[in-house]
């Protein structure tokens, strides 16, 4: 895990160039990002903001895993999503009355870009081309969402597994893949809208489907065309999805 002051020595023009919300962006706009930016490192646990909280920043996660979430009145967690380096969070929330809709708490050590809102603001009342880049950010969110619903609604629990796992694969991976958990089953549940139990349950109906073996946060799977098989005949895309990071 990178510390605050290693992240200072990296390019943050660089950082944001690659972005593809600011990739067709003028210079003179990434710099302005640039230079009204700053580094923050959030530790396992600690939050960086709370739903209804007032939008201020939006953040490039460059390093680390950030679960996004929504609790329930009675304090159970709905998982939106986990995210990890090189996608933005909360660059959408000046449509939403500037409040955050949901929780972002990192479950491990997490390094972070943080924007100010009011530049993104600012640049997209000037700014045709960054207007049009939000669209399609909102655009992908959309989809993103959409195929959660597809997935919930469609697959069942072990389907869901193995459309996690096929997403960590490349679509060129030949032969037995040997796979690293990004972070623990107990998050992996969650984020596919599952139990713990039920998650375990499915993993083994998943290792009597296709042959994968589990060991610790070591998964190996035979090969993509078998794993494809079993998770995508429940789905409307085939792999890879076209959404994928």
């Known amino acids: 895990m990178a510390t605050t ?15 593809p919300l600011f990739k067709d962006a003028p210079d003179h706009v990434v710099e302005v990002f640039s230079r009204a930016s700053d580094f923050s490192v959030y530790r396992k646990g ?5 739903q209804d909280d007032p939008t201020d ?38 449509f939403e009355n500037n409040e955050h809709a949901y929780s972002a708490v990192a479950i491990e ?14 640049a997209i009342e000037k700014d045709n081309q960054l207007a049009l880049a939000m669209l399609g950010s909102l655009s992908l969110h959309r989809k993103r969402q959409t ?23 490349r679509s060129d991976d030949d032969g037995p893949i040997e796979l690293q958990l990004p972070y623990d089953k107990t998050h992996i549940a969650a ?29 190996t799977i035979p090969t993509i065309d078998v794993m494809s098989r079993f998770a995508c005949s429940g789905c409307s895309n085939e792999f890879p999805c076209d959404d994928m990071h």
């Open 191 to 219: 984020r596919l809208g599952m139990k713990s139990e039920t998650f375990s349950r499915a993993l083994n109906k998943l290792r009597q489907e296709t042959g994968i073996t589990v060991k610790g946060a070591t998964v």
């Open 46 to 50: 600690e939050a960086l903001f709370l």
């Open 57 to 94: 920043w939006f953040y490039l996660i460059l390093s680390g895993w950030v679960k996004l979430f929504r609790e329930t009145m009675d304090g159970n967690e709905a998982v939106i999503e986990i995210v990890s380096s090189g996608q933005l969070v909360a660059e959408t929330a000046i």
């Open 109 to 122: 050590d997490t390094g972070v870009l943080r924007l100010p809102v009011s530049a993104l603001q600012n």
């Open 5 to 19: 002051t290693e992240h200072r020595h990296v390019d943050k023009y660089a950082l944001l160039a690659a972005v």
């Open 147 to 169: 195929r959660e619903i597809e997935s919930l609604t469609l697959q069942n629990a072990s389907q869901r597994i193995g459309c996690f796992l096929l997403r960590l694969c």
